[in-house]
């Protein structure tokens, strides 16, 4: 690559670096991407929603990037919890890397590979048309005992990797150990998930469940809870989380507005005020909701899972490492989710279907991938235009054009 085609490059990855900054800072003010960006804030009632009109929404401020970098670990280990805490040391771990590689980059390597005269003395008269080459470990002899420089350097730059990466596997290891000490028991953390289960005739599942965890467990097992289809329920459920948020909106925003007319889509009939209609139905659909729970608890449809629960969290984790039967399909064991993560149709399914669903995942993976490497392998050529034209020679004219140079500055950044 040519100098004038890495400064190319660089400006085109640098506007565009502008350009997305720009675009989050205008597209997380918007009030329909509050749930996007600021979920916590919404659920914890710390954020209300703006929708009257702000000519400050369509303008865009740099002073989230300054506020991002201001709270300390401690504080947003309190506010979003370790995952982000371990985000943050993944910038502070690859900062560090590429600080000691630049370092002996720039000021050993660099000096070293421009004073040799291996291809050609540099022509500082015509700097933008040289090529990069000359920069690099090609433009040292064989031979030489400077090229010791650069096998010292890749053995620093390996060494102080491995001892960040120890570094920091070590610091948050023991962040990860003060969080789950500092945090109250979840009840998901003494409980496991057990599915595929094989009922006999004449039995039900719940007394399976009882009698093959008080055989094989009679120490540390504490009590079972078998699920049920919910189908009906479920549905009842997330019609009143639909209503309930309607009428927080109606409720948190002044300028919506609160009466509609009755009927033909709210062009005619009466006014109706939106909050006490919207109550009222909220107020029916929590008596469903209760009457649905109490017939799904007396007469419901057993599904062949259960959550079984232990006396600490230890012998939960025993069960959950154990295979409970010779048949690898049957009692299958696995930790149990925290109940807002609990995917309830995933009880519905048989083993095989679930099996089948894990290998097409693998087998869109797989071509994903493929179809990935084709673009890829694709703009690499175009990178490569000196091969490129001796492979393909009916192309040599469009490859002498002058915008080669943008052409090679801009693809290299699509190179995976």
Request: charged share 20%; with cysteine; hydrophobic share 45%.
């Amino acid at each position: 690559m040519l100098v004038s085609s890495l400064l190319t490059s660089l400006g085109i990855n640098f506007g565009l670096c502008i350009l997305f900054f720009m675009l989050y800072s205008i597209l997380k003010k918007q009030p329909g991407n509050f749930e996007v960006y600021a979920p916590r804030l919404l659920a914890e009632g710390k954020s209300k929603r703006i929708s009257h009109f702000n000519l400050e929404r369509l303008l865009p401020s740099p002073g989230w990037v300054r506020r991002a970098w201001q709270p300390s670990e401690e504080e947003l280990l309190s506010s979003s919890g370790l995952d982000t805490v371990v985000f943050m040391r993944i910038f502070i771990f690859s900062f560090r890397v590429f600080l000691v590689a630049g370092i002996l980059g720039i000021f050993v390597l660099l000096p070293v590979n421009c004073v040799g005269d291996q291809l050609k003395s540099i022509d500082f008269s015509d700097f933008s048309n040289n090529s990069l080459d000359l920069f690099t470990i090609s433009n040292v002899k064989n031979g030489s005992k400077w090229l010791w420089l650069h096998f010292c350097s890749v053995y620093i730059v390996t060494v102080w990797v491995c001892y960040l990466l120890y570094y920091e596997y070590k610091y948050i290891s023991l962040k990860r150990i003060a969080y789950f000490y500092s945090s109250k028991p979840q009840p998901h953390q003494f409980t496991i998930l057990v599915h595929s289960i094989p009922v006999s005739a004449g039995s039900s599942v719940g007394d399976t469940v009882e009698n093959f965890f008080t055989e094989y467990y009679p120490s540390t097992y504490l009590s079972n809870v078998v699920v049920r289809r919910t189908n009906r329920l479920r549905g009842l459920i997330n019609d009143a989380k639909k209503l309930y948020k309607k009428l927080d909106r109606l409720q948190s925003e002044p300028n919506q507005p609160k009466l509609k007319r009755g009927c033909c889509f709210g062009l005619f009939g009466e006014k109706v005020d939106l909050v006490d209609q919207y109550e009222k139905k909220l107020e029916d659909l929590e008596e469903n909701v209760r009457l649905e729970q109490s017939e799904v608890s007396l007469a419901g449809e057993d599904v062949r899972a259960a959550f079984v629960s232990f006396k600490s969290r230890y012998d939960a984790a025993i069960a959950f490492h154990l295979q409970q039967s010779i048949d690898p399909t049957q009692w299958v064991a696995e930790q149990a989710p925290e109940p807002h993560d609990v995917y309830w149709p995933f009880f519905s399914s048989s083993f095989m279907r679930r099996w089948i669903s894990k290998l097409l995942v693998i087998v869109a993976f797989i071509l994903l991938t493929i179809l990935f490497l084709i673009p890829v392998v694709i703009v690499q050529g175009l990178t490569n235009l000196n091969q490129l034209e001796t492979w393909l020679p009916f192309l040599k004219s469009i490859l002498t054009l002058t915008k080669i140079g943008i052409e090679q500055g801009f693809l290299p950044r699509f190179d995976g």
